[in-house]
């Protein structure tokens, strides 16, 4: 079973580390992360950037 998880974050760093861990934890295995990012301006990006990096599975895309 592949397991598909798609999300888009705004001025999400006070929460994003707990989503992200709580996806990455899930008893059935993640395929795919996918987050879209709409422009933050805190440490949205670097918290992705942090995770894609440690996690292949994490796709990232940010509004520029």
Partial sequence: MNLSVSMITFQGAAYLKAQMDSIL????PVHEIIVCDDGS???T???LTEYAARHPQ?????KH
């Fill in 45 to 47: 990006r670097a918290i």
């Fill in 58 to 62: 994490i796709q990232l895309f940010f």
């Fill in 25 to 28: 934890g899930q008893s059935i």
């Fill in 41 to 43: 301006t805190d440490e």
